[in-house]
């Protein structure tokens, strides 16, 4: 069983910066990836970014390119995204995911490729 736990949420006023970390209890796997998710009030959880465990490989969400960056520490079994720019559509729950199995780079903002989730940190936009 793996453990994340997410940190580094808060408020924050529109135009400024957060990051956040994703400490996994412990490295996860040998191929696979870690994510980013995010709910806001009334929506569907949705993708923001991910990254390989094993290559540069990484993806994001549209509305987020640009603005934010995902990164790792695999030494320290942490995965980082760091915001800015940030807007009040941003605000919602941010969720940490990693999955274990083969990752395509088509499967990176698949919900249902990560086997493992972290409890969620909130990030609040104030406009």
């Known amino acids: 069983q793996v453990q994340l736990v997410e940190s580094g949420g808060g408020l924050v006023q529109a135009g400024g910066s957060l990051r956040l970390s994703c400490a996994a209890s412990?490295?996860?796997?040998?191929?696979?990836?870690m994510g980013w998710f995010r709910q806001a009030p009334g929506k569907e959880r949705e993708f923001v970014a991910a990254?390989?465990?094993?290559?540069?490989?990484?993806s994001y969400a549209s509305s987020v390119k640009g603005r934010f960056t995902i990164s790792r520490d695999n030494n320290a079994n942490t995965v980082y995204l760091q915001m800015n720019s940030l807007k009040h559509e941003d605000t919602a729950v941010y969720y940490c995911?990693?999955?274990?199995?083969?990752?395509?780079?088509?499967?990176?903002?698949?919900?249902?490729?990560?086997?493992?989730w972290g409890q969620g940190i909130q990030v609040t936009v104030s406009s």
């Open positions: 995911a990693a999955g274990s199995s083969r990752f395509y780079y088509s499967d990176y903002g698949r919900l249902s490729k990560y086997n493992y």
């Open positions: 412990r490295r996860t796997f040998s191929s696979g990836a």
């Open positions: 990254i390989s465990w094993i290559s540069t490989s990484t």
